[in-house]
């Protein structure tokens, strides 16, 4: 069954830093592109990032929304099928539900998509709150 689960999210003060891990089942997802997506209440859900899926000679690169370039950075972890999402720096902004998505689609070739809706399977979220 093809399954991602959100995982890593708690309370942070402004300034911390929290990694977000995104483990899939039923597929190999370093060869998938995925997204990270946050939403906060009352608005609508944004892109932090995208990474696309490896290729016979590629790997995935990392694409950040201007608000996450320089503070977050998405890596791919091989040995246990997960993504993560490390985050620096976090501000009281950052605060929401994040997600990770992937479209499923293999081989799909370079590039990956900050359009949410681009995605058709999500996990369940994990929630991030950054306070003092």
């Known amino acids: 069954q093809v399954q991602l689960v959100e995982s890593g999210g708690g309370q942070v003060q402004p300034g911390g830093s929290l990694t977000l891990t995104c483990a899939a089942s039923?597929?190999?997802?370093?060869?998938?592109?995925v997204g990270w997506f946050r939403q906060a209440p009352g608005k609508e859900r944004e892109a932090v990032g995208c990474?696309?899926?490896?290729?016979?000679?590629?790997?995935?690169?990392?694409l950040y929304s201007e608000s996450t370039e320089s503070r977050f950075t998405i890596s791919k972890d091989y040995t246990d099928n997960t993504l993560h999402l490390e985050m620096n720096a976090l501000k009281p902004e950052d605060t929401a539900v994040y997600y990770c998505?992937?479209?499923?689609?293999?081989?799909?070739?370079?590039?990956?998509?900050?359009?949410?809706?681009?995605?058709?399977?999500w996990g369940q979220g994990t929630q991030v709150t950054v306070a003092s």
């Open positions: 990474i696309d899926g490896d290729g016979r000679s590629y790997r995935g690169v990392p």
């Open positions: 039923g597929f190999h997802l370093p060869y998938y592109r």
């Open positions: 998505a992937t479209d499923l689609v293999l081989n799909a070739g370079p590039g990956c998509y900050m359009n949410p809706q681009k995605y058709d399977r």
